[in-house]
């Protein structure tokens, strides 16, 4: 994208003040929920996203064919196909083949990565490549952001805007609670559907409509929804008309790189004028402010979480802050000042923040998020220093349960009724914060190469006044369709060879346990088919199954059945709970261990679940 030229954010906040200065339970809708509290809890039915898609405008490659790239040595690529947003192709990428592909478009079969358009020259119907990626670079999972069965509310929860994307995301329209300038609002996007809608595939959820929405009701200011907006600029410029009876537009998406740069086109065709196009700032470096006559449009960014930020930015003005601790290590964003999304906890001296890394394009990074701390531009390190949190709302604090998640752990606090903020930073992440006194709670899953669960682990990073209580046991096995015929793990063993299969990404504890297996049954990994395709998430492997981009995959059982797969299991996999000594008699605690003991999970338990195990 060629920006006109990036302004600082205090520019832009003050062409839009300038501009605004001229001018018992029921059921409610996703427009009427914020400030209500939820009688019932929010459990996602699908997986967000539902497909692997590409992060960014490109080419979907086989990431191998790329390895010899260089920026004086690029390697040629026949391009056999183009992919939109909310579309898809039924050819098969093969060595020496890639497909054009837009943000947000499904990843095709056959491809790996995909590589930046920055880094690409077309050559007729080939297309150089100046830069190698590896696999998985710039590609969003299936299930990356939201697993199906997930708790995403829970009961006598007061909703705020920021709730609003994930629960939007997974379909919900009209949920159950207890009891009590004019703006015009368009979300652009080809792959957009709204929430009431039937998921189809290679569509999302409409997202944004709903969280700027609820900051405008936030706000007290009234709105007019004028719908979804295609990716053409017909559709665009005749909603902007119907639009010119309010004081302000909002419109999210429709700024990035690409086909789907159309807003500042239409804002000039319809007499307007463009005011900033590009903000020296991560995220929202693409958003757009503009006037039509005497009327404000901006141009918000698609991603979620950089679309609220930016709003928040620019038209609250005097918002809630708080002083807290950054925890992890974080390198920011050269050149830009960032506005850093984070998590708040009680920590051992004061409030703590923890990063919510997932990315802009991720839901759940609003819901995580309790706020954002601005990391001047040229700051390239954060760690352990106090920052004032803008704050997006109220703080939701309860346990600190940092580790591994699993829905397990959301089905034990909603039905002990306990409340707790997870932050999700993975086992060994869990690990750090009981060591550093961050965590109530860690849930890990660690397997070493002699085939324990995480007692070794915690003799490796030297974990002391802690102990380790039994959770729970999640069954892994392999996932295929009926049709392949496939009776035993004897029978697939012999067909292995013959068939596609997806791989997890290296270090996962379902990667361990494949090669473990492949070695016991003296099966050549090199001679699979797909060995190095990888999947971030289980959702991911039993998506990629079910859409037949492989025939077989390795996962849990609760997503082979979600799936309605085949499933022969190979092995149990032990979620254990690390807690800190000095937490165990803590009233929640208790009652969390209790809850563990005795509910039904949608996983087997031992006999001695709750119980600990080892002490360290």
């Known amino acids: 994208m060629r920006y006109l030229e990036l302004c600082t954010i205090d520019h832009a906040k003050e062409v839009v003040r300038t501009l605004l200065n001229e001018l018992s339970t029921e059921e409610v809708s996703l427009f009427e929920l914020p400030g209500r509290m939820l009688a019932e809890d929010i459990v996602s039915n699908v997986d967000v996203p539902p497909f692997d898609r590409s992060r960014m405008d490109g080419y979907a490659v086989r990431a191998k064919d790329t390895y010899e790239a260089e920026e004086d040595k690029p390697v040629a690529l026949e391009i056999i196909d183009k992919i939109r947003a909310g579309g898809n192709s039924d050819l098969e990428i093969a060595s020496g083949q890639c497909m054009e592909i837009a943000t947000g478009a499904p990843l095709p079969k056959g491809a790996d990565a995909v590589v930046m358009v920055e880094f690409a020259e077309i050559n007729g119907n080939s297309v150089k490549l100046y830069k190698a990626v590896s696999p998985h670079e710039n590609i969003q999972p299936c299930g990356n952001d939201i697993m199906v069965g997930e708790l995403i509310m829970r009961k006598n929860t007061v909703i705020s805007p920021r709730d609003i994307g994930a629960i939007s995301a997974v379909g919900k329209n009209k949920l159950k609670v207890f009891k009590n300038p004019s703006i015009g609002l368009l979300s652009t996007g080809n792959e957009l559907i709204n929430p009431d809608e039937k998921l189809e595939h290679y569509k999302i959820y409409d997202v944004n409509t709903y969280t700027i929405a609820s900051s ?51 804002i000039e065709e319809l007499g307007g004028e463009i005011l900033v196009h590009g903000i020296k700032i991560k995220p929202g470096k693409p958003t757009i402010i503009g006037r039509i006559g005497k009327k404000l449009v901006v141009g918000l960014p698609g991603y979620p979480t950089s679309c609220l930020t930016i709003f928040d930015v620019l038209f609250n003005e005097k918002g809630k802050t708080m002083r807290a601790q950054v925890y992890n290590r974080y390198m920011s964003a050269k050149g830009r000042e960032e506005y850093l999304p984070v998590s708040i906890i009680r920590g051992k ?20 998020a309790d706020g954002y701390i601005i990391i001047p531009e040229n700051k390239e390190i954060v760690e352990d220093e106090i920052f004032d949190v803008h704050m997006f709302g109220d703080i939701r604090i309860g346990l600190n349960i940092i580790g591994s998640h699993c829905v397990g752990i959301d089905r034990i606090l909603r039905k002990g009724q306990i409340l707790a903020r997870t932050v999700n930073t993975g086992s060994l992440g869990g690990i750090m914060a009981v060591k550093r006194k961050e965590a109530d709670i860690a849930g890990i899953h660690l397997l070493d190469n002699n085939g324990e669960y995480n007692i070794s682990y915690l003799k490796k990073y030297n974990v002391s006044d802690a102990v380790l209580v039994r959770g729970y046991i999640r069954e892994q096995g392999f996932m295929f369709k009926k049709e392949l015929g496939i009776k035993s793990i004897d029978d697939l063993i012999e067909k292995i060879r013959d068939y596609r299969i997806i791989n997890r990404n290296k270090g996962s504890g379902t990667r361990i346990l494949f090669d473990k297996f492949l070695k016991e049954n003296d099966v050549d990994k090199n001679s699979l088919n797909g060995y190095d395709i990888e ?65 039904e999970l949608p996983f087997k338990k031992s006999k001695d679940a709750g119980k600990i195990i080892y002490e360290c």
């Open 216 to 266: 405008i009701l936030e706000k007290g200011w009234n709105f007019n929804f004028y719908g979804i907006v295609r990716d053409n600029k017909e559709d665009l410029m005749e909603k902007l008309k119907k639009a010119m009876n309010e004081d302000v537009i909002l419109l999210s998406g429709g700024t990035s790189a690409g086909v789907g740069d159309l807003t500042s086109t239409a």
């Open 349 to 368: 001296d004061g409030y703590g923040a923890y990063p919510v890394l997932k990315g802009s394009e991720a839901i759940t990074s609003l819901t995580y």
């Open 535 to 599: 999947a971030k998430t289980h959702s991911a492997v039993g998506a990629a199954v079910s859409m037949g981009k492989a025939q077989i995959g390795l996962g849990i059982s609760t997503i082979s059945d979600h799936y309605n797969l085949e499933f022969i299991p190979i092995a149990d996999e032990y979620y254990d709970l690390l807690i800190p000594k000095e937490k165990l008699y803590d009233e929640d605690i208790i009652k969390f261990i209790e809850t563990l003991k005795k509910e």
